[in-house]
């Protein structure tokens, strides 16, 4: 079974440009997050989709953070623009169900923003 | 709120020795409980779960954790270190039982000596 792809490994931007992050789960998860995780810190929740409809987005920063779910696969974290406190990585997971909801983590997103 | 402590930053063991890493939940409800594992570069890993049940959890790679709801506690052990074992660990909680987003802990590094 494929685990959690994302795109781009690395990012390298500088502030007040813009960012896209994709993310495809695993197969059959209706669950998708995306997570920020800061240098020495724990990842943090942004973001959380059931199927194509958002679950819990109350720490996601709405002013310059949007993220979508077409379709209720594939999903895009997008940061216009992007400052300096956003350098991070970026990581997607996926669950089901079926599986007891454990996420599954993608390799993530690192992010370096100038 | 919800929120959890791994009060040890960086902890150094000698390889074959044992290891035990700290962490403590404030949790209202019944938590489900996690420990995961971060390598260079890579995605989380789930080391282990707790949702119910025996306090005694068995997880990969050798590990172990004690649930002990009188201290708040889920320690991750291990008895014997390899080196490959050199790692981020990260422990988390679920919200709203074990379908919701996980808070995470602020991570405890782990360094092996030879």
């Known amino acids: 079974e494929a685990g959690v792809a994302q795109s781009p490994r690395y990012k390298i931007i500088e502030k007040r440009q813009s960012v896209a992050f994709w993310c495809n789960p695993i197969s059959g998860h209706a669950t998708l997050y995306w997570y920020q995780q800061i240098l020495g810190q724990g990842p943090k929740l942004l973001i959380q989709?059931?199927?194509?409809?958002?679950?819990?987005d109350s720490q996601l920063p709405k002013d310059r953070f949007s993220a979508e779910r077409l379709k209720g696969v594939d999903s895009t974290l997008k940061i216009q623009p992007a400052k300096l406190e956003d350098s991070a990585v970026y990581l997607c997971a996926s669950s089901s169900v079926q599986g007891n909801n454990e996420q599954f983590f993608g390799p993530g997103t690192r992010l370096t923003v100038l | 709120a919800q929120s959890v402590t791994q009060p040890d930053i960086h902890i150094t063991v000698s390889e074959g020795a044992s290891l035990e890493l700290r962490c403590n939940y404030s949790y209202g409800a019944t938590p489900y409980l996690f420990w995961y594992v971060q390598s260079p570069g890579q995605g989380l890993q789930l080391l282990l779960k707790y949702f119910s049940g025996d306090t005694l959890v068995q997880g990969i790679k050798g590990f172990e954790a004690e649930f002990k709801r009188s201290q708040s506690s889920f320690n991750l052990r291990k008895p014997s270190v390899h080196w490959s074992d050199a790692a981020e660990y990260f422990c988390?909680?679920?919200?709203?039982?074990?379908?919701?987003?996980?808070?995470f802990g602020q991570g405890t590094t782990l360094q092996v000596k030879p």
């Open positions: 989709f059931q199927n194509n409809g958002v679950v819990d």
């Open positions: 988390a909680v679920a919200t709203w039982g074990n379908t919701g987003k996980l808070i």
